[in-house]
């Protein structure tokens, strides 16, 4: 079976992009891409044999370097999907583009309520009784693109930001490999907003 290539991008802790190498059969993560030379995710890539590569904004004058330096590294992979994984920073129009309908986010709540920085402590702040996760396509907006799947968690009284996180990670773990799974089967067609998924 030929595999689908997917790049993956991170900025931290990498469980979501562990989740994908070891859940999703169909396709093949060829590379990982952090922006941050300290993200925990490289540790998990040198476990499971993945290459790796640093790509630290510091060292780049402008976006434009930056996102075109990443652009040629997922080129030389032949990459066919992006799938941001905790990458916590925003892919200007331009990139967005590029990679038009293959590049997918994992974003903690359920979009469109809470999109940017610190969606559960958001949520816990407004008070929901529900929350979750959202896998999307990316557009040029910030978590704005065409909704693949999500997934629902109660909110509980007693939560705090950790505890409700944890919750909805779990979740993540399961639908972000799901969503590039059906990606990989050619199941999921975009339409104006809506995301239809082949077969389902
Ligand atoms: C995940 O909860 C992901 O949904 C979130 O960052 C965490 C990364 O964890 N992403 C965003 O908030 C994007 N706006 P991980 O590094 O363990 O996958």
Redesign the pocket.
Known sequence: MNKLKVGVL??????????IVQKVDNARVEVLIVDNPDA??IAIAKEFDIPCKVVDRKKFDDKFSFEREIINILELYKVELIA?????RILSSNFVEHFKWKIM????SLLPSF???N??KQALDYGVKVSG?TVHFVDAGT?TGPIILQSVVPVLDDDDPETL?AR??EE?HKIYPFAITLFAQNRLIVDGRKVRIKDA
């Open positions: 991170a900025s931290g802790r990498g469980s979501n992009f562990k989740a925990r995710a941001l994984a905790g990458f916590m986010n994992i974003h903690p999109p940017g920085l969606a559960q996760c978590d996180s909805i990670l993540e």
